[in-house]
């Protein structure tokens, strides 16, 4: 029982502010590393682990700009007709073949999503996590 209360006390020293060289240093083309808040318990550390193994899972499905685009109005084309109907969120025909589409193009070549739908709300799941971690 000790050792679970030694690990969940906060360290005698502070956590150092940078334990790698930033990559544009070396790397100068390379996109600025994310700026990413330190977690300060070990909640948070959970959290932000889960957080990236979402990121991993979503990028065997689609690439980067998948979790970049906003997917809010591609969660709503592709949802049931009873998921729209509970939630009263109702689009017209155009516009719902076209944000079914465009999740469609999301999605890695080769790659069978069988749930858009669902996986779009992990997606978009992950990315609210993401923004409360990126200040």
Known sequence: MDEATDALRPPARPWPTTCCPPSRSTRPWSPAPPALSWARNLGQWIEQLDMFDGVRESLDVSPAR?????????????APVSWRDERASHMDGSRRRRFTRQAGDLVRLGRVVDDPHGELVSVQRRREVWRRHDP
């Open 66 to 78: 998948g979790l970049r685009a906003p997917a809010a109005d591609m969660v709503i084309a592709t």
